[in-house]
């Protein structure tokens, strides 16, 4: 047993810091908080050619070979700098979908397009309101022609294409369709977190692939929601600490009653708290990791579990970070509310935390039982 | 990262396993949780049985009583002995806390007589720390220790000392010089409780039970030899006490989860087990993400140990939480049994009244080891480094500071 990353990954996480933190600065996340770009292109060239797309995938497709551990601390570096790219959809959600779903051949010829950022692709999966039901799906596919229309989905205003859930003859299954295709019509949602921008998907009657090996589609779902649940639990993480620090920085120079304001016992309580709530949810989250790099057993309750810790903490770190600011915390100027912004995000891709705790519950109890 | 044994360490468990399924005592549905008092004699018995079988503090040195292994051993010891209705902390004071101040400060010989002794609970220690006026500020306590030829006299109170009532030797922090700073003027020692001049006397809790005890010095004497660090060095030989006494508390401590889990899944209200409730639910989601994330939390912990680190203040998070959750538990357990939730009778409350007997004891965990607020302060301090609270003694000798009750 260890229950640590390696030194080799912790190297990488370094150099992904030490990139992310001269490259990526909150200046440089606000371009496209303030509309300038819907993602940044530049960066996320650069994400291209550091081969970050390509961590988790095999290197006769093209990835690089490493894993999902290098992938996690990749994440909670991409976390941290709040990086405004399209590096959830593209790469734990479209490619993990591919991985999961698509046969050999198309996983040879999409994978490694994927990972050489060829093409950025994302996820189209909800509908409406509320917990994802596959018997009520209204998006549907005749004569490989796909229709419907999706909500919320991630990066789906700029993605090149997109693994889309729908029914054909009444069976759930994933389709790969190419966004430029003129049947598709795009409109750009105003996201809670403009940094991480949601669209609004109609397709009507557009070619579609079917991904040839998605068998028990539920099954093929949950894997995918509980690979993606450890990634963003690492990315939530990683934005813990970055509200931590800020907080810390911020009180520990400003003065109040003769006094540093980081020296009042309430207010470094407050930073105490967040920082039980970060460690906590980064033990859950190292778990996950393993079980998700070990392809483990226990990967559902790991992934529920810190996915729900991740939210809890992030949530509660970046709200305090603004009350620890005072009135400049609530000011559009301070980067407080990227963070809090970024939390809220974060904590809704997948299904929001009541879905994950109720998960979280029945895995126990079915762990229990066995 | 590699959650699951190498191939050494599952021979380990294996080993460790079939050692507990022919010696250890089957947990039952209705386990329960049986007084302090009541689980010292078994405590004793199990201990020596462990000892024997050469499981006793895994990580010791085979020399002083110990097995010679790892944290991970330790670990995987830990993880399978839960899994028993065996007393296996019950000596935590001694073991974890004592045991660590003697390897580090004691002689050899000492090492070599008194340590596989606290091994096999033959010898039973206690932590004398606080006292009256010096909990949360134990720096502030008083009991004087003066050197007359090459012993100490010792004279004084100390206070709410666990165990003490059952111990054959104790860690005592003592003033030996009130001229000075009051961190500069402290003594450790390892003390005879068995001695003329040394009076326990238990003091009855709010749950009704006496696991704590008042014990007054009255000339007793320690020889030189049983000083534990340099004179004067109290203060930096007790907080290594300390930083132990957390590490070895967050493996231990209850936090109440596994109980509840338990009794959500067997209580029913209408017809119904409350598990399907799904207010109850919520409540067992975010309570298993914290009982998850210490037992998490503290492995890390111990695999940075295990590759030569010291346990660093972050071990004040497991304590901090696991306590206030074993109380918010033991409460929620009571509110769920509606008006039964009151009554304790052992046949008639769930898993023996332990929720009820835990709803009265909570309290003290919170405070034993340091209190909610001192644990923050550390971390706010220790692993924050956030600025250290002002002062009203600094700079001053110990005998102009006032302290403790002034009411
Ligand atoms: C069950 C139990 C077992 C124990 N076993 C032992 C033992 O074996 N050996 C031993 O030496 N001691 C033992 N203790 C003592 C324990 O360590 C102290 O009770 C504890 O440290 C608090 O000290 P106090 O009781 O003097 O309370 P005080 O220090 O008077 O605290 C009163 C209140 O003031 C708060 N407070 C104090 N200082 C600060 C501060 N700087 N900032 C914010 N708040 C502050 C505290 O948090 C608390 O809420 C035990 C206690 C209990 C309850």
């Known amino acids: 047993m260890n229950f640590d990353f390696s030194e080799d990954q912790k190297f990488i996480q370094e150099q992904a810091r030490n990139f992310l933190s001269s490259e990526c600065t909150t200046a440089r996340v606000r371009q496209t908080l303030e509309g300038e770009q819907a993602y940044d292109q530049a960066l996320w060239q650069q994400i291209v050619e550091l081969g970050w797309p390509a961590t988790a995938i095999a290197e006769d497709q093209g990835g690089l070979g490493l894993g999902y551990l290098e992938l996690c601390v990749i994440a909670e570096e991409l976390g941290r700098a709040l990086a405004p790219v399209p590096f959830i959809a593209s790469v734990y959600l479209a490619a993990e979908a591919i991985k999961l779903g698509a046969d050999k051949a198309q996983q040879d010829s999409w994978l490694p397009q994927l990972a050489a950022g060829e093409w950025i692709g994302c996820l189209a999966v909800q509908e409406k309101p509320g917990a994802l039901k596959l018997g009520q799906l209204a998006t549907t596919v005749t004569d490989g022609k796909l229709s419907g229309k999706k909500t919320a989905v991630l990066h789906g205003a700029i993605a090149d294409k997109a693994v889309v859930l729908a029914t054909e003859n009444d069976q759930p299954g994933l389709y790969l369709v190419d966004l430029s295709a003129s049947s598709v019509s795009r409109k750009s949602l105003t996201s809670i977190d403009p940094t991480l921008p949601l669209a609004e998907l109609t397709f009507d009657a557009v070619a579609a692939e079917k991904l040839a090996d998605c068998k028990d589609i539920q099954t093929l779902l949950d894997t995918l929601y509980d690979r993606a649940a450890v990634l963003l639990a690492f990315e939530q993480i990683g934005g813990c600490d970055a509200a931590l620090a800020m907080g810390k920085e911020y009180t520990v120079g400003r003065y109040a009653f003769g006094r540093q304001v980081a020296s009042f016992q309430a207010i470094k309580h407050k930073f105490a708290d967040m920082f039980v709530a970060t460690e906590l949810a980064r033990s859950n989250a190292y778990y996950g990791a393993w079980a998700l790099s070990a392809d483990d057993a226990e990967l559902p309750l790991a992934a529920a579990t810190a996915r729900v810790s991740a939210i809890d903490a992030y949530y509660e770190c970046s709200k305090e970070n603004i009350q620890a600011h005072g009135g400049m915390g609530f000011t559009w100027e301070f980067d407080c509310h990227l963070y809090y912004r970024r939390a809220q995000a974060l904590s809704l891709i997948l299904g929001g935390n009541p879905q994950w705790k109720e998960l979280l519950v029945e895995r126990l109890l079915r762990i229990k039982a066995a | ?407």
């Open chain 2, 1 to 407: 990262m590699d959650f699951k044994d190498t191939p050494e360490q599952a021979e380990f468990r294996k080993e460790v396993q079939a050692w507990l399924k022919a010696n250890a005592t089957a947990k039952t549905k209705d386990g329960g949780r049986t007084s302090q008092e009541e689980a010292y004699e078994r405590a004793k018995a199990w201990y020596q049985k462990v000892y024997d079988a050469g499981y006793a503090c895994p990580t010791w040195p085979k020399e002083y009583g110990g097995a010679g292994l790892t944290q991970i051993h330790k670990v995987i010891w830990s993880q399978e002995v839960s899994k028993y209705d065996e007393p296996d902390g019950y000596f935590v004071i001694g073991q974890g806390n004592c045991g660590p101040a003697l390897m580090h400060f004691a002689s050899e010989e000492q090492k070599t007589t008194l340590l596989p002794r606290m091994a096999s609970a033959e010898d039973v220690w206690c932590q004398l720390f606080s006292e009256p006026s010096a909990g949360s500020d134990v720096a502030g306590l008083r009991t004087k220790a003066e050197l007359k030829g090459d012993k100490w006299i010792v004279n004084g109170q100390k206070i709410w000392t666990s165990g003490a009532q059952h111990s054959d030797y104790g860690v005592i922090l003592c003033r030996t010089d009130t001229e000075v700073s009051k961190y500069r003027g402290m003594t450790m020692f390892f003390i005879d409780m068995k001695q003329p001049g040394v009076d326990v006397q238990p003091i009855k809790q709010m749950d009704g039970g006496s696991h704590f005890n008042e014990v007054f010095f009255n000339n007793a004497e320690i020889p030189d030899s049983q000083r534990l660090g340099e004179v004067g060095g109290g203060w930096g030989a007790a907080l290594l006490v300390l930083m132990n006494e957390r590490l070895a508390i967050s493996g231990v401590q209850p936090d109440g989860f596994p109980e509840f889990f338990e009794l959500v899944q067997t209580l029913e209200l209408d017809g119904e087990p409350v598990v399907n409730n799904p207010v109850v639910r919520d409540r067992l989601a975010t309570w298993y993400t914290r009982h998850a994330g210490i037992k998490a939390s503290t492995n890390r912990m111990l695999t940075a140990v295990a590759k030569g680190g010291m346990p660093g203040a972050e071990a004040a998070l497991g304590k901090l939480v696991g306590a206030v959750m074993n109380q918010d538990i033991a409460n929620y357990a009571l509110q769920l049994m509606a008006d039964t939730g009151a009554i304790c009778d052992d046949a008639l409350a769930p898993q023996k009244a332990h929720f009820q007997k835990s709803v009265l004891f909570a309290p003290g965990i919170r405070l034993a080891g340091g209190t909610d607020e001192v644990m923050r302060n550390i971390i706010a301090e220790q692993v924050l480094g956030l600025p250290q609270e002002p002062r009203a003694d600094k700079g001053m000798a110990f005998k102009d500071i006032p302290s403790g009750n002034q009411h």
